[in-house]
Every structure is written in structure tokens, then in C-alpha cells.
């Protein structure tokens, strides 16, 4: 293990001197604190208090909600008092919350798997010994370690987390601050069991922008817009259509198909371009491939290319692998390294192959789609006809800008497709009942701000892991798609534990490169990683297999050689998603039964070489 520096960190948490709201029971916690002589660091995210008494202290409050028990480990077996002395700070504090009425438990935790086995070893275990080498070395040895201890209580619910590190978690103030005064006992506990009236709020639908057909789509509109494809078309010998999935890539996809079926012209080399963020929505992603292999079939001159993130970039190996929180609407790192990365390295490599001078993308871009949209087109356009993409100075060109939703949906459902297969009925009918817009390619590919902005905001049908926005589409398809159960129920764990610090599944002080630590909010502890591993297992949640040993390369390499053990329980997870069982399980992850460190068992160059001479000497004796 190396030895961890410590730095200043430039990024600074919002701290607060109380909690957002106190009930009595938390009162008299609070109240206890200050006698004790615990020392007050501040309020992190409105729930969160950090103290100090020979170690610091995270306690996060469950006040005006219960924590989701599908996002808590099971019950580790142990007791606080297994761990902690009566008559130290800790072991006061536990009692005293006991007496008030809370039950305490502490989870599954690798703290106490430590702890546990730096003081009993099985010498006798020669593979542990042997996998193992520093196992009595480990207890405590990690900043990284924070022993969890639950307390439920009939009104409320805590999560407190003791530190080995000292250094204040979650950001909060180095120096002492003065205990909140205005915190006092409410008149009745009772109000906060009655619901408030939520409050109503008014929807203003954008004209136009519903699914209901129109009796047919105004003769005027159709025919400028074939006029702007056919310039699109008469001025560029490279066509790159921009299909997310949607309505609106759909239409402007067939729109030029019909013009270029009757225009037929051997010199136009078309492609059409979509993406898989390899967590997208499974009807979406069904729809895009279906139509992959419509067009395949149809037209063999059409070229259909799906662009997808590297394997060191996909959400679930930044999540399992790098420990990255899940993305949200300020850390929406997802959206760069899913969709504009992949996108410009793919008009890099083969859109720009012969250069810039002949190319354009069609989008399937519209102004009433939102008011942001509006301004970003206006924006990108200006009063142009092409607006210029930043990779390559490429012409954009959006036909459809001027169409309406209705207008569109009216268009696919009484004109046919001119292929087979991929029917826009089936496209209709599961926007129809997913009752969302489409998540935009084409703002991923032609302006970073804007893809920014629109993914979480504007966006629907896009990720299923998506947890920046209130995409309700996924429950919404549950009734006619229970398939999707599993999908929404998985991404609700993600979101919980992976972005609300009141779970501990966040570390709590922020990795600054490798072995140095600063003070933050920080990335996912091991244990959220075990957990969230458990729930794809019993969720079912596909992930491929080269993705899942790249994110366990990850920990392997970022975690062990800082003195973080990676636990059994993840290892289990890790191998049953890979779908290894067995006593080969001790085997795997070692030097020998694993030369690569992988995790998975597999030949080296010498286990090659030494295959190829026994199979060349079997064959002279045949």
C-alpha cells in the first residue's frame, strides 16, 4: 500500500448551520451532541451533520422520509458493541440513541470485514494466505474504511458513519462552528405525519405538440420542405442522417430515403448515423437496430452506422470501475463521454475519411420542440439555411424545422415507409404509450451546451439508467412492457445510492489523483459497488462481459495498490455477473490461474505456446 498525501482541494461544498428540518426525537440527538462535547462541522445537503469527538462523525437524518430498504446491505450479523467500547465517544452515543428508542444495526461493511480479519486469521487457508498475502495488515489501515451504523425509530431514521480519517467528510468545515440555535422542539410532532397539499401547477403545452393526428399535413408545408431536401440533396455527395430512435429523425430519415429512391444518383454515398449508449431504453434500442436491418435489406446503398462509447467510458464501468457517483443535473459526465465523444470520433474516422467540402448532416431537429430548442437552432442557424458543425467545419442542415409534433406523427402514420419491416405504426404506438419526446442525437453531435442542456431536461426515451431526469416514460411503458419493471426498479437503487449521501455510499472526501485525498463529497464506496452489482444479478440487468472485467480491472488497479481491499463480497458479485461459480472463485484474480489481472481465468502467451506443442506433437503420433 502506498501512502496516502493529503492536499487542499479547490472544489468547495455548500455548508449549512443547521438541518432543514428537526423533530423532537432529533432535537434531543442534537441537544445530546452538544453536552457531550461533540464539536459542530455544519450541515451538508440539508440532512447531513458532521461532529467531532476524537473521530468525526456523519450522521444523516431520514426526517421527512424512510430510507428505501432495497437500497441498505443486509445486517452484517455483528452489534455495535462488537466494534465499539461502551466507554468510548462511539459506544456512549449508540446507547443513549438505544434508550431513546431507536434499534440499531449495522450492515454488511468493509470496515468490519477488516477489522474482523486482521484479528482472526485461518493460517491454515492457503489460498487465502496466498491471495491474501497482507490480510493482517488491513484493518483500519485505509482512509477509505468508515464503520455504518443504522438506527430506526418510529418517528425518524439515522445512517451514522464514524471516520478513521481526519479529515471532515462531505466538505464540511475544518474549524468548529457554534450549534445551531435556532433549532427548538416543534408545537405538535403530529403535523409532520399530515401531508401538505401539494401544490398544483399549471401545464402549458407547447401548440402542436401532442401525438394527436391531424386530418393531414398542410400541402404548403410539405412541399418547402421537399424543396429543402432536395438542395440538401442536389448540393452534397456525402449525406449523414442523424436517427435517434424518434419521430422526428424517423420523418426527416424518410423524407430524404423518398427523395433519393426517386432521384437515384450512384455518386451520393448516404449513411445514417444513430447511437447506443449501451444503456439505452431496450425499446429504443430495438427500434434502431430493427431499422438498421430494414434499411440493410431495402436498400444496400444506404450505409447504417451505430456509434457506441469506449469500453473505459460506458456509464456502468464508470460507475462499477471508477466509482464515479451516478451522473445528475450538475455532474452530467455521462453526457460527454456516452454521446459527443463517440460521435465526433465516428465523424472523424469515417465522415470526414475524404474530407469536409462535400458533406452535410441532416437533423431532425424542430423549433417547437421547446423553447430551449428554439433558441438553440436560432442560435446555430442564425438566418441560414446550413449552420456549421465545430468537427470539420461540417454543413448541418434540419428540413423539419418548422413542423410541429402533430404534423410529424400525422405524416408517419398515413404514409408509409418505403421499406419493410421497422413499421412507423410500431414506432407511433410505443412513443404513444411511453407518452415522451425523444432524446436528441443530434445535440450530442452538433453543440456540446446544447447536448448538456437537453439531456435531463428536454429528453426522454433515452437511458434507462438515466438519473438526471424525471423521465417518467419508463413507468409509463411498464404496463405494456413488463419486461421494463426490472429497468425502472434498478435505476431507482442507482439514483438513491448513488447520488443522496444519506445511504454512505459515497465516500466522503474526494480521491484526487492517485493516493491523495482533499476534502468533498468523493466517489462510491466499495460496498455501494457491491450493492449495486447484487441488485443487476437479481435484477437481471445485462452488461457485457468485456465491460464487467474492464470495470474490474479498474478497481483492481485504482483500489488495491492504494490499501483498499477489495472484498469478497464484491468479488462474488463481480464473478457471478460474469457468471463464474464454484471453488474456482479463490482462484481467480491471482497472479498465476491469472496473468492479466482480469479476474477470469485465461491462458498467458506461455500457456499458448505450450498448447500449440502438445496439439503439434499429438498430430505426429497420429
Given amino acids: 500500500m502506498e501512502t496516502y498525501e493529503r492536499v487542499e482541494n479547490t472544489t468547495k461544498v455548500g455548508i449549512q448551520n443547521r438541518l432543514k428540518d428537526y423533530n423532537s426525537v432529533i432535537l434531543d440527538m442534537w441537544d445530546y451532541f452538544e453536552s457531550a462535547g461533540f464539536a459542530f462541522h455544519g450541515v451538508i445537503r440539508d440532512w447531513t451533520g458532521v461532529f467531532h469527538n476524537g473521530a468525526y462523525y456523519a450522521v444523516h437524518h431520514f426526517v421527512k422520509d424512510r430510507p428505501d430498504q432495497d437500497c441498505i446491505a443486509p445486517d452484517s450479523g455483528y452489534s455495535w458493541k462488537d466494534i465499539f467500547r ?111 397539499e401539494p401544490k398544483k401547477r399549471s401545464k402549458r403545452a407547447i401548440e402542436g405538440e401532442t401525438l394527436d393526428y391531424l386530418e393531414k399535413v398542410d400541402d404548403e408545408l410539405l412541399a418547402v420542405t421537399r424543396a429543402k431536401i432536395k438542395k440538401i440533396y442536389d448540393e452534397h455527395s456525402i449525406i449523414g442522417l442523424l436517427n435517434s430512435g424518434g419521430v422526428d429523425s424517423r420523418l426527416t430519415l424518410q423524407l430524404m430515403i423518398e427523395h433519393a429512391i426517386k432521384n437515384p444518383d450512384p455518386s451520393k454515398r448516404i449513411m445514417v448515423i444513430s447511437a447506443d449508449t449501451l444503456v439505452e431504453n431496450p425499446g429504443v434500442k430495438k427500434i434502431i437496430h430493427d431499422l438498421r436491418e430494414a434499411l440493410h435489406k431495402a436498400f444496400s446503398w444506404i450505409e447504417y452506422h451505430i456509434v457506441e462509447p469506449r469500453e473505459d467510458n460506458t456509464l456502468l464501468v464508470c460507475i462499477i470501475g471508477k466509482g464515479y457517483q451516478a451522473p445528475s443535473v450538475t455532474f452530467k459526465y455521462c453526457v460527454r463521454r456516452l454521446k459527443i465523444e463517440p460521435a465526433r470520433e465516428f465523424l472523424e474516422a469515417v465522415f470526414l475519411a475524404d474530407g469536409a467540402d462535400d458533406t452535410v448532416l441532416v437533423l431532425g431537429s424542430r423549433d417547437n420542440e421547446s423553447v430551449q430548442r428554439r433558441r438553440s437552432l436560432s442560435k446555430h442557424f442564425g438566418g441560414d439555411f446550413y449552420g456549421h458543425h465545430p468537427v470539420g467545419n461540417i454543413r448541418t442542415a434540419s428540413p423539419v424545422r418548422d413542423w410541429t409534433k402533430q404534423e410529424v406523427v400525422t405524416y408517419l402514420a398515413f404514409n408509409r415507409a418505403p421499406w419493410k419491416g421497422a413499421r412507423n405504426t410500431e414506432l407511433l404506438a410505443f412513443y404513444g404509450n411511453a407518452a415522451g ?46 419486461e421494463y419493471e426490472k429497468y425502472y426498479q434498478f435505476r431507482r437503487i442507482l439514483k438513491a445510492i448513488g447520488q443522496d449521501i444519506r445511504y454512505g455510499g459515497i465516500t466522503g472526501f474526494q480521491r484526487i489523483g492517485k493516493s491523495k485525498i482533499g476534502s468533498g463529497i468523493g466517489d462510491l464506496t466499495i460496498d455501494c459497488r457491491t450493492h449495486l452489482l447484487q441488485a443487476m ?86
Fill in 537 to 622: 444479478a437479481r435484477f437481471d440487468i445485462e452488461w457485457r462481459k468485456s465491460e464487467i472485467i474492464t470495470a474490474y480491472q479498474m478497481v483492481l488497479e485504482r483500489e488495491t495498490v492504494e490499501g483498499f481491499p477489495v472484498t469478497e463480497r464484491f468479488r462474488k458479485a463481480i464473478y457471478r455477473l460474469i457468471g463464474v461459480s464454484g471453488p474456482f472463485q479463490r482462484l481467480l484474480g491471482h497472479s498465476v490461474f491469472d496473468p492479466y489481472g482480469t479476474g477470469v481465468d485465461q491462458c498467458s502467451e506461455e500457456d499458448s505456446e505450450a498448447i500449440k506443442r502438445a496439439l503439434a506433437k499429438r498430430r505426429t503420433m497420429i
Fill in 86 to 196: 461502551s466507554d468510548s465517544a462511539a459506544g456512549a452515543l449508540f446507547l443513549f440513541l438505544e434508550k431513546s428508542g431507536f434499534r440499531l444495526r449495522m450492515p454488511e461493511q468493509a470496515a468490519i470485514d477488516a477489522l474482523m480479519a486482521s484479528t482472526v486469521c485461518d493460517d491454515s487457508d492457503m489460498f487465502r494466505t496466498a491471495l491474501y498475502p497482507s490480510i493482517n495488515d488491513w484493518s483500519l489501515m485505509s482512509p477509505k474504511h468508515k464503520f455504518q451504523v443504522y438506527g430506526v425509530h418510529k418517528t425518524c431514521a439515522l445512517l451514522i458513519e464514524i471516520y478513521s480519517l481526519d479529515i471532515p467528510p462531505y466538505g464540511a468545515s475544518k474549524l468548529p462552528l457554534p450549534f445551531p440555535e435556532d433549532r427548538c422542539q416543534p408545537s405538535f410532532d403530529f403535523w409532520d405525519l399530515v401531508p401538505n
Fill in 437 to 482: 419526446s425523444e432524446c436528441p442525437l443530434g445535440a450530442a453531435v452538433v453543440n456540446d451546451n446544447e447536448a448538456m442542456m437537453q439531456c435531463g431536461k428536454s429528453a426522454r426515451m433515452g437511458c434507462y439508467l438515466c438519473t438526471i431526469a424525471q423521465d417518467k416514460s419508463m413507468g409509463n411503458l411498464i404496463s405494456t412492457h413488463p
